[in-house]
């Protein structure tokens, strides 16, 4: 019996959706529950496991296009399910066999050529060991740079005469955006337009917060399995302050304020799709352990497409960390229809001015942007100001170790 899997309902706002790369190709052998496709959504990219055991017959959606929910993307024959695999010997031309065993995905065999990693080399956490585009992506940043050639002498001038028409490969590719970039895309858009957006900086002395993490970080890790890292301190500061400036955990809906007595904090975190904001619940009531736990889970899920669309709907204010990529100042936008957002950046060593001396000290810059609606300067910069006296003096909040 041939079964059709269709594209299932992944939210109520989900409608369209783009089958993101196939795992699995016509001909495998796969188990109910098995992961065959990667799907993207506006919201995040999930995996579409096999309903039933069986045979691929029939791949009726290439990957990159658009389907809506309901959709069939691909035929399974079940009286088939108890044949053999495919050999090894024969894999999809779409993949490239690596000597873990494991086969690498299309994307992922693009970063490693460009980066000249040999894919014999890698180890690949997808399902099955494939080796994903996040693999390669690691792989990549690892890889030693390539010594620069020497160059040659100089020839002597020559003058040539320019042509007349342009050489070399000047075609365009038209790539579709996925779902997750075109939806980043409309609430950007949508942020600008909809809200008075002001953002105002201030810098932090990192130091304080630096010496007792090393101070720490042995007794806090032992004993709640997980790094003690920047963002708790962050997150902690953040729910604090939120308490002095409500506003900004408040939105603007219609002639309406909306107030709130709950902190539901999204943390800005790259997923390799694009950007993703899962939230921490009532995050006012988390100490330290419960913020880094639940961070790096999510973290964890995010870049192997297993969040939940739950978790990425409902904050009330956004903590985004641009420093992790070498950030060292940006203006942030809100998340619509929040109406704050903190930007945190690279810490820098730069000279500063200490009771009277030059000294060099660890700084990092700090940016809030806010709804100028329903959050005034005097607001946004005490918010701000808030933030930096705790980060410099972390000993006013309690950590758990």
Not at 97 to 122: E, H, I
Not at 144 to 157: D, I
Not at 188 to 216: C, S, W, Y
Request: one cysteine or more; proline letters at 7%.
């Amino acid at each position: 019996m041939a079964t059709e899997v269709k594209v299932p309902a992944l939210g109520e706002s989900i409608t369209e959706v783009q089958v993101a790369d196939w795992i699995r190709k016509v001909g495998d052998i796969v188990a109910v529950d098995e992961p065959i496709a990667e799907i993207d959504s506006d919201k995040a990219t999930v995996e579409l496991p096999a309903p039933v055991a069986g045979k691929i017959i029939e791949i009726k959606v290439e990957a990159g296009v658009y389907c809506n929910v309901g959709d069939v993307v691909v035929v399974i024959d079940e009286t088939a399910a108890g044949e053999a695999p495919a050999p090894a010997e024969t894999p999809a031309a779409s993949e490239a066999p690596a000597a873990t065993g494991g086969p690498v995905m299309p994307a992922a065999q693009r970063v490693l050529d460009q980066a000249g990693v040999d894919a014999a080399t890698m180890a690949g956490t997808g399902p099955g060991g494939r080796v994903l585009k996040e693999d390669a992506q690691q792989a990549a940043k690892s890889a030693p740079a390539t010594p620069p050639t020497p160059p040659a002498a100089p020839a002597p001038f020559v003058p040539v005469p320019m042509p007349n028409t342009l050489s070399g490969d000047r075609a365009e590719k038209v790539v579709p955006m996925s779902p997750i970039r075109r939806r980043i895309a409309k609430r950007l858009v949508e942020a600008q337009h909809n809200a008075a957006l002001l953002t105002t900086f201030n810098e932090i002395d990192m130091g304080a917060v630096m010496d007792m993490r090393k101070r720490h970080k042995d007794a806090f890790l032992a004993r709640h399995g997980v790094k003690l890292g920047f963002m708790s301190f962050f997150t902690r500061a953040v729910s604090e302050a939120l308490l002095q400036v409500p506003n900004l955990n408040g939105e603007v809906r219609g002639q309406d304020i909306i107030e709130r007595n709950y902190h539901d904090i999204g943390i800005a975190i790259g997923s390799g799709k694009g950007l993703v904001v899962p939230v921490l619940r009532d995050a006012q009531g988390m100490g330290f352990a419960e913020i880094e736990q639940r961070i790096a889970d999510l973290a964890h899920r995010a870049q192997n497409k297993k969040l939940d669309l739950s978790e990425l709907e409902g904050g009330t204010f956004t903590i985004s960390n641009g420093g992790v990529y070498g950030s060292l100042l940006s203006t942030p936008i809100v998340n619509p229809p929040q109406s704050g957002v903190l930007g945190l950046h690279a810490i820098q060593d730069r000279a500063m001015v200490v009771d009277g001396e030059i000294t060099v000290r660890p700084m990092m810059y700090v940016a809030l942007t806010y709804d100028h609606r329903l959050v005034d300067g005097r607001e946004g910069v005490s918010f701000l100001k808030h933030i930096k006296e705790v980060i410099e003096a972390p000993e006013r909040l309690m950590l758990e170790i």
